[in-house]
């Protein structure tokens, strides 16, 4: 029986953040002229709102009014001699961008436009990921993007192991039992979940019938259960099994001598075990041969001896000697 110890792997997550660039400024450098331009498209954001704001309250919209405006202001920058390109079409609104530029994700954005895809909150200078083609803050790409750890469920932001087909906090990938993070001696597996060696033999391994510690290389399979080969010996003696063969009794083996004397089958006259035909007399056995009286050595006969003491006599020396 033997268990071999896995190992698992620690690599980074597979995305790192990405510093949102510098916000560009409008080209040329700024002038008196782009000054007065921020100026002018200031006022028109005011007068934005407040069209807006009637448009809404006499059910007329806004939106024409506001484009007359841009016209206007269009032609009045032109009698000032002043040229106004705008700096990029921003990809959120799609409109055109005059004052200030981001530039992220090979796009041009207003600033406030640039934002995460999931919460809305401007990135304008702050890290962000990148997702199919849309910026997230930090937070909700881990949350929506980054792998979960098996022990916590929360994402895994910096180093993610990935061991029993799950990935998991380094610091939460720990013995199952005891709480203690693995090491060099790798871990073992049970039902999905990890166990380091020790705490896996004392739980699941076959315990050895003999001394009932775990059986984890060579063993012996024996009385329905297994052994190591130094614990299966006789359960009296502790002499091993040399000719590979034993006596069972009560769950637990025996050497031959040690089974008959439980048994009680051994020969008073030769100590050795009966095992063939046998002689009962006074409690005890023996082989036949064996059943001799104690003085002259003459076989006896059951019915005609004489017992003394634990001495078996033939008639006649029995009366010899003790009538």
């Not at 709102?49 to 007359?68: C, F, I, R, Y």
């Not at 009385?223 to 009560?250: D, M, R, T």
């Amino acid at each position: 029986l033997g268990w071999k110890p896995q190992h698992p792997s620690l690599s980074a997550v597979p995305s790192s953040p990405l510093p949102v660039p510098q916000p560009l400024l409008p080209s040329p450098p700024p002038t008196a002229a782009a000054r007065q331009l921020d100026e002018l498209l200031a006022d028109l954001g005011h007068m934005q709102s407040k069209l807006t704001a009637v448009g809404q309250g006499a059910g007329v919209p806004a939106e024409p009014s506001l484009d007359n405006m841009l016209g206007s202001l269009t032609r009045d920058l032109q009698e000032l001699g002043i040229t106004a390109t705008p700096a990029g079409v921003c990809a959120a609104c799609r409109k055109p961008i005059a004052g200030k530029v981001l530039t992220a994700l090979g796009k041009t954005w207003h600033p406030e436009h640039f934002a995460c895809a999931r919460c809305g909150q401007e990135l304008g200078g702050r890290p962000f990921f990148e997702r199919g083609g849309q910026a997230y803050c930090e937070e909700d790409y881990h949350q929506a993007f980054s792998p979960r750890c098996a022990y916590c469920a929360s994402p895994i932001r910096e180093k993610v192991l990935t061991a029993l087909d799950q990935t998991w906090h380094p610091e939460h990938f720990f013995c199952a039992h005891c709480g203690k993070v693995f090491g060099d001696d790798g871990f073992h597996e049970r039902s999905g979940k990890p166990y380091c060696r020790q705490d896996f033999l004392a739980m699941f391994a076959p315990k050895c019938q003999g001394c009932e510690r775990p059986v984890t290389d060579n063993y012996l399979s024996a009385l329905q259960g297994v052994w190591h080969p130094e614990c299966f010996v006789c359960a009296e003696c502790l002499s091993s099994f040399a000719s590979g063969s034993f006596f069972e009794l009560e769950g637990r083996p025996y050497c031959e001598l040690h089974f008959h004397q439980r048994q009680g089958s051994i020969c008073h006259g030769c100590g050795r075990p009966v095992t063939g035909r046998c002689i009962t007399a006074a409690g005890r056995k023996y082989h036949p041969e064996h059943f001799i009286c104690a003085y002259c050595l003459g076989q006896l006969q059951k019915g005609t001896f004489r017992e003394r003491g634990d001495k078996m006599y033939c008639q006649a020396c029995h009366d010899k000697l003790f009538l």
